[in-house]
């Protein structure tokens, strides 16, 4: 068993994390914003940083977007952050296939939405599934089978919020009938906060329908995977040592952190109280918490 981790030190030197580091990684959801409702003080401890010449960089594990659409999103919000600093799950989706060297003559069956199917086509993968799968019946042929597509190798599952039985089923004959065919998961978060009234079913839920009927592990790409780490490393030319990541949720951010090596700073502004941090339960001990992330503003050097 691992040795129990050190518990989480409440920040109070900011200056001395901020020269420790030369990239943050800022999750988005929790950190950044709240849905569609920016943070209070985010723009300010953004150029707070920018002007110490950090480079940030912002990962999201929710796949419904392609990064040029977060870039319109981040703008709607008042903030000036390049899609080149962008990389969400739907990207890291088409990213690993491209790494693989995924051939350009297969395809790859979606069951997730827009974002996936943007990524995909901009890496020049063809792909079917998708939303609009998400009318579909099943269509039964004389002797009562369902068809499907013997080229496709790859089927990737992300958030959907159009899932169906033709999917699943879909999906599984993919994977059982056609030889060497992947499962790429975008992430697995257990539940999302589509509205702060309650919890939704996240991205793992459809990950976890299609696991059930395969048995298959999917290949995760997102948080808290090593891949994105390792890409934005090699993009950069980054030491790990030398980034610190800003997460709201310990079992993707903080634990994405520590698996690449790098400082992890958890913020309360999101799903994680510190209740959960400091619960006997949780096994997973950022190296420093706050409330949010102004609070880079108001703390000062001891
Ligand atoms: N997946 C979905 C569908 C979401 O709605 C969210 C958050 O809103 C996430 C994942 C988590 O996103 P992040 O990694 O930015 O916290
Ligand atoms: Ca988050």
Redesign the pocket.
Known sequence: AAAAAVPAAKLEDAEALIDSVETFIF?????IWKGDKLIDGVPETLDLLRSKGKRLVFV??NSTKSRKQYGKKFESLGLSVNEEEIFASSFAAAAYLESIDFPKDKKVYVIGEEGILIELELAGFQHLGGPTDGDKKIELKPGFYMEHDKDVGAVVVGFDRYFNYYKVQYRTLCIRENPGCLFIATNRDAVTHLTDAQEWAGGGSMVGAVLGSTKQEPLVVGKPSTFMMDYLAKKFGITTSQICMV???LD??ILFGQNGGCKTLLVLS??TSVETLQSPNNTIQPDFYTNQISDFLTLKAA
Request: hydrophobic share 15%; net charge negative.
């Open positions: 999750d988005c959801d929790g950190v999201t594990n997460g709201d949720r993707t951010d999101g799903v």
